[in-house]
T-cell receptor, first 114, second 116 residues
């Protein structure tokens, strides 16, 4: 079974600084997708960024980017120029191609310090 | 705008009660999911449905059942609620298939259930 591990239960960063959230996963599949979801205090889960395993280029969405290391099975999220609105729980998730179900990590709570 | 609606934001029930959590989506999605969210454990899949009347067990189905009589509605049922089922319950939906468009899950805002 696939597993997703987030080793940082909590992180904090000064406003306008950069922070990196870690995620590792375990799978025997070669074709899969990886995601970062954000859950603010409103509880509404929001897709932040996604990466297709067959693409070597790291995904980027504005201030959010990933460092995808397929051989190491690592998928970290970098948030640049942190803003107060970035404060949330962040979940890393995995889905293999052909499987409709997502497997989530345990989450990292990010605090932004003004 | 796409929408997944969970009927209750907060719910308090007694042990032994039968509990229904309702979820409705307006996007004509084939897939619907029920996840449970607990601190330190993340989101864990309870049940998944890929079509009307079709269901598949997730990672933690014990103590739960589901019903999907219509495409837009997916209900989670706690036959006899217990205190260890106190948790946040999240419903989600997605399109079925292999294409890019279906990679995204759309979530409801969650139901915080307390079983006393």
């Amino acid at each position: 079974a696939q597993t997703v591990t987030q080793s940082q239960p909590e992180m904090s960063v000064q406003e306008a600084e950069t922070v990196t959230l870690s995620c590792t996963y375990d799978t025997s599949e070669s074709d899969y997708y990886l995601f970062w979801y954000k859950q603010p205090p409103s509880r509404q889960m929001i897709l932040v960024i996604r990466q297709e395993a067959y693409k070597q280029q790291n995904a980027t969405e504005n201030r959010f980017s990933v460092n995808f290391q397929k051989a190491a099975k690592s998928f970290s999220l970098k948030i640049s120029d942190s803003q107060l609105g970035d404060a949330a729980m962040y979940f890393c998730a995995y889905r293999s191609r052909g499987n409709e179900k997502l497997t989530f990590g345990t989450g990292t709570r990010l605090t932004i310090i003004p | 705008d796409v929408k997944v609606t969970q009927s209750s934001r907060y719910l308090v029930k007694r042990t032994g009660e039968k509990v229904f959590l309702e979820c409705v989506q307006d996007m004509d999605h084939e897939n619907m999911f029920w996840y449970r969210q607990d601190p330190g454990l993340g989101l864990r899949l309870i049940y998944f449905s890929y079509d009307v009347k079709m269901k598949e067990k997730g990672d933690i189905p014990e103590g739960y059942s589901v019903s999907r009589e219509k495409k837009e509605r997916f209900s989670l049922i706690l036959e006899s609620a217990s205190t260890n089922q106190t948790s946040m319950y999240l419903c989600a939906s997605s399109l079925w298939g292999q294409g890019v468009i279906n990679e995204k899950l759309f979530f409801g805002s969650g139901t915080q259930l307390s079983v006393l």
